[in-house]
């Protein structure tokens, strides 16, 4: 499966994005799905990860509350709608692929998109 994310840009604090992964040459169904994220200088850490079956739903505490992992089978996507935006949210945004098992951690996932640069403005 190769990965495709898009939906970064740069947008004030309080104000929202919707992040997409897409997938393409394979489906997800077997899959679990992460968002992570990376600042600079930083490590890269867990956002939030969604199971491809059985829809379960897991949030960093960083940003529960305030963005929504979310998937259509039909479309082989899935999204992060990220709303309420600080600027400690600016980073490189990654979604990853992993076995169903897959957690927060990132070794847990073998299958990473580009990225797409999120900037919040304050």
């Known amino acids: 499966v190769q990965l495709q994310a898009s939906g970064g840009g740069l947008v004030q604090a309080g104000g929202s994005l919707r992040l997409s992964c897409a997938a393409s040459?394979?489906?997800?169904?077997?899959?679990?799905v992460g968002w992570f994220r990376q600042a600079p200088g930083k490590e890269r850490e867990f956002v939030a990860r969604?199971?491809?079956?059985?829809?379960?739903?897991y949030y960093s505490d960083s940003v529960k509350g305030r963005f929504t992992i979310s998937r259509d089978n039909a479309k082989n996507t899935v999204y992060l709608q990220m709303n309420s935006l600080k600027p400690e949210d600016t980073a490189v945004y990654y979604c990853?692929?992993?076995?169903?098992?897959?957690?927060?951690?990132?070794?847990?996932?073998?299958?990473w998109g580009q990225g797409t640069q999120v900037t919040v403005s304050s």
């Open positions: 990853a692929a992993g076995p169903k098992w897959a957690t927060e951690n990132v070794p847990s996932y073998d299958t």
């Open positions: 969604v199971t491809w079956l059985g829809g379960s739903i």
């Open positions: 040459g394979r489906s997800f169904s077997s899959h679990a």
